[in-house]
Structure formats: structure tokens, C-alpha cells
């Protein structure tokens, strides 16, 4: 994993298209310059889909998994090919490390389809943030999905640090920090202590990310972007947008 950190540093990684200048204004966002070593560069492709259609390709997707019917996802050499040179993601998934709940799968999608952003606990760092800043602001995706599941260990630890007073070693405590707030809201409320954390959780994070500056506030007020939290059912594998 790459180590770098600024916008040049980071074109490598996710693509050329981090060298031009970024037109923000289609976006609602003035005032606002990444980069401009390639200001003449045509703008690169998006996806056709609207926050909406993305949501609903999701929730189509997630139903074929229950079922069973997934069909193939494009992962082959011509799709391969196909994004070599430019990603046209339409969504962007906030989701637990977990290796239950790879969002590819989830929603059986390929490659080019879903950027993805992965910490245990879905939550939101500022490098997480500048990841998904980047993706709605650069390559124009309309959609954010913050997914929490069952039974999640980091939010189950949350809960133990406020129940029994526990401590982790190494960095974990660092890792389970933001959820407590989750956590201990979550304490009072009737069922489950860990499932109502893991949904407090994730309205956190979606509530955090609607107001975490202008690359998301403004395509948000301009209505080209939606954020939206989901819950995944380990046993049935469905996923429950309820945060809506
Ligand atoms: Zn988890």
C-alpha cells in the first residue's frame, strides 16, 4: 500500500485524472483547485447514474446476492481493458474491513464499479474523508454508502470499552475511539446494545459526512450527490438502507 500523501503523490495511485485541473463547478463547488498541471485536458467520463439509480442498482444487486443469483460480474480482460485508462465508479462504499462484507460482492459488482473505502467500523478518518472527497469531486460519483454490519467486532469492542471498562492494545483503542459516541448513546435504548450501535454508527458517519466541508456540501446542496447508511444482515445478506 502506498504510503505517499498530496494530490501529485497520489495520481499513481488513483489515476491520471488527479493531474488536471478539477472542474468543480459541474459539481456546484466554486473557488476550489486540486491540481492544474494539465489544466487543457478533457474532462474525463462519469457515470450516467443518478444518486437514485445508483441506490437502486445497489438494492437490485444486493436482492440477486440473497437469492443467490448473482449474475457474473465484469472482471475479465475486456472489462479490464475497458478502465485501464479512466474508472467511472457510481458508488462510493464506506464499509467495515470485516471479511464478511467485501462490497463487491455484496452487490456483485466488477471492476470499475465501486470505490471503495474500508476501515473497521466504517468510520470516517481525514484520509478516508480526502478518499471520498476525491471520488465525488474528481470522478464524479453521486453516491455514498456508509455500511455497517452485524455482529461488527469494532463496534462490538465500542461497546465493551463502555460496558466493562476494557482497553485494547497496540492502535485498536485508536480504531474504536470514534464509535463510542455511537456506543454509548446506543447504551439506553431498548434491543440489542451492539445492533443499535451499529446503526447509531453509521448515521454518525453519514451525519459527519454531510457536513465535512464544501467538496461534499455542495454537490449535496445542488442535488447531485446523496449519502446514505445501510446495515448488513450477516445471516440473510441483505442489506438494509435505512438511513436514508
Ligand atoms: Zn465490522
Known amino acids: 500500500m502506498c504510503a505517499c500523501s498530496g494530490a501529485a503523490a497520489a495520481a499513481p495511485l488513483l489515476g491520471a485524472n488527479a493531474l488536471r485541473t478539477l472542474t468543480l463547478g459541474a459539481l456546484g463547488v466554486s473557488g476550489v483547485a486540486v ?14 447514474l443518478t444518486a437514485d439509480q445508483a441506490l437502486q442498482r ?5 436482492k440477486a446476492f440473497v437469492a443467490d443469483k448473482t449474475p457474473t460480474p465484469q472482471l475479465d480482460r475486456k472489462r479490464r ?6 474508472q467511472t465508479p457510481f458508488a462510493v462504499l464506506l464499509s467495515c474491513s470485516d471479511s464478511r462484507v467485501p462490497p463487491e460482492v455484496l452487490f456483485g459488482q466488477g471492476l470499475g464499479d ?6 473497521a467500523g466504517n468510520t470516517v478518518s481525514p484520509e478516508g474523508l480526502g478518499s471520498i472527497e476525491y471520488a465525488v469531486a474528481e470522478l464524479g460519483v453521486p453516491l455514498i454508502v456508509v455500511l455497517g454490519h452485524e455482529r461488527c467486532g469494532a463496534v ?21 475511539g470514534p464509535i463510542l459516541p ?5 447504551r439506553d435504548e431498548d434491543g440489542d446494545w451492539l445492533d443499535n450501535a451499529v446503526r447509531r454508527n453509521v448515521v454518525d458517519v453519514v451525519e459527519r459526512l454531510k457536513v465535512s466541508g464544501k467538496l461534499l456540501e455542495d454537490p449535496l ?4 450527490l446523496k449519502i446514505v447508511g445501510g446495515r448488513y444482515d450477516l445471516d440473510d445478506g441483505h442489506v438494509d438502507f435505512f438511513h436514508r
Open 81 to 86: 481493458l475497458e478502465i485501464a485508462q479512466n
Open 35 to 48: 491540481s492544474s498541471s494539465a489544466s487543457a485536458a478533457p474532462a474525463a467520463a462519469r457515470t450516467t
Open 58 to 62: 445497489l438494492m437490485e444487486a444486493n
Open 221 to 224: 446542496a445542488a442535488g447531485k
Open 156 to 176: 462490538g469492542a465500542a461497546v465493551s470499552i463502555v460496558r466493562d471498562g476494557v482497553s485494547f492494545p497496540g492502535a485498536i483503542g485508536e480504531m474504536v
Open 182 to 186: 455511537a456506543a454509548i448513546r446506543a
Open 114 to 119: 465501486l470505490f471503495t473505502v474500508r476501515v
